[in-house]
C-alpha cells in the first residue's frame, strides 16, 4: 500500500523522442530550428553538411520531453549518410520553401525515401509531421500558396505551419504543437487514429536549448541507432555531443 502511494507520488519519467528535418537543399530547415533554438537567424547559407544534432528539454502540460533532433543535409549528395537517421523517429519536420515550386513537389519524394529506408516492416503512421511552408516573409516571390500547402498537409493527416525562419512568424507556435502531438501520439500508444489527426494543444514554458552539430563521420552503415551513428550516448550532454555549431 506505502510502496504504492510512493509510486503515485513519483514525478512522470521525462519522455525521450527523436525529431529529424527532410525537405530540399536550401529550404531553410537549419534556420527554422535555429530560429527556435537560438531566437536568431543567419541570412548567409552554410549548407549541413550530412546531419546536424541537436538536444533540448521541453515541458508539455505536465510532462517534460527531451527532444533529439538530427537536422538531415537536403542535398542528394548527403543520401548516404542520411539514410541510416530515419529509424525510430516520432516526429518530422517536412520543409518547403513557399517560393520553389520544386522543392513543394519533392515533398513526396521525401516522404517515399523515408519510406523506402524504413523497410517493409517500418510505418509512418507512428510519426508526427509538421509541414513547414518556410521563407512566408515578403522578401521572395511567393509560388505555392496556402491552400495548395495546406492540402497537401492536411491530407495526409500531417500538421500544416506557415513559417518564417527569417522573422520568427510561425516559428515558435508550430513547434509547440509539433510537440504537444508527438506527446499525444505516444500517449494513445504510438498510432494515429486512421483519417488524419488534430493538431495538439500548444503548450508553454521555454525550451532550454543546446544546440550542437558535428559531421556524421562516414562509413556508418550497420550501426545499431542515431547516437550510435554520431558516436554519442542518447541525450548526451553537450559537453559529450562536441563541435559548437559555427552558424
Ligand atoms: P541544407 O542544409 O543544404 O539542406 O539546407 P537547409 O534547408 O538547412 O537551408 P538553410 O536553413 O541553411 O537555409 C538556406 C538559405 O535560406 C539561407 O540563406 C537562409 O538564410 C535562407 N532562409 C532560411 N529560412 C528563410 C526564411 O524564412 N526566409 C528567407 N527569406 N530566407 C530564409
Ligand atoms: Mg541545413
Redesign the pocket.
Known amino acids: 500500500m506505502e510502496a504504492n502511494a510512493a509510486k503515485r507520488k513519483e514525478p512522470r519519467k521525462a519522455l525521450r523522442v527523436k525529431v529529424i528535418s527532410m525537405?530540399n537543399?536550401?529550404?531553410?530547415?537549419?534556420?527554422i530550428i535555429k530560429r527556435y533554438c537560438e531566437k536568431r537567424f543567419?541570412?548567409?547559407?552554410?549548407?549541413?553538411i550530412g546531419i546536424d544534432y541537436g538536444v533540448t528539454k521541453v515541458q508539455i502540460r505536465d510532462r517534460e520531453i527531451k527532444v533529439n533532433i538530427f537536422d538531415m543535409?537536403?542535398?542528394p549528395f548527403f543520401y548516404e549518410v542520411r539514410n541510416e537517421f530515419y529509424k525510430d523517429t516520432q516526429g518530422v519536420l517536412l520543409?518547403y520553401d513557399v517560393g520553389s515550386k520544386e522543392s513543394f513537389e519533392a515533398l513526396d519524394s521525401w516522404l517515399a525515401e523515408m519510406r523506402r529506408e524504413l523497410g517493409p516492416h517500418g510505418s509512418l503512421d507512428s510519426v508526427v509531421f509538421a509541414v513547414c511552408a518556410?521563407?512566408v516573409?515578403a522578401?521572395?516571390l511567393r509560388v505555392v500558396d496556402e491552400s495548395e500547402g495546406r492540402l497537401w498537409a492536411e491530407s495526409r493527416g500531417f500538421l500544416y505551419w506557415e513559417t518564417?525562419?527569417?522573422s520568427g512568424e510561425g516559428i515558435q507556435e508550430m513547434f509547440q504543437n509539433f510537440y504537444s502531438a508527438i506527446v499525444e501520439l505516444c500517449e494513445i500508444g504510438g498510432k494515429r487514429p486512421p483519417g488524419g489527426r488534430k493538431p495538439g494543444e500548444a503548450a508553454g514554458g521555454a525550451p532550454r536549448v543546446h544546440a550542437v552539430s558535428r559531421p556524421a563521420p562516414s562509413g556508418i552503415r550497420g550501426s545499431k541507432d542515431s547516437w550510435d551513428l554520431l558516436g554519442l550516448k542518447p541525450g548526451a550532454s553537450r559537453c559529450e555531443m562536441g563541435i559548437a555549431r559555427g552558424k
Request: contains cysteine.
Open positions: 525537405g537543399a536550401e529550404v531553410g530547415k537549419s534556420c543567419v541570412p548567409k547559407y552554410l549548407a549541413t543535409a537536403g542535398h520543409v518556410n521563407k516573409d522578401g521572395k518564417s525562419a527569417q
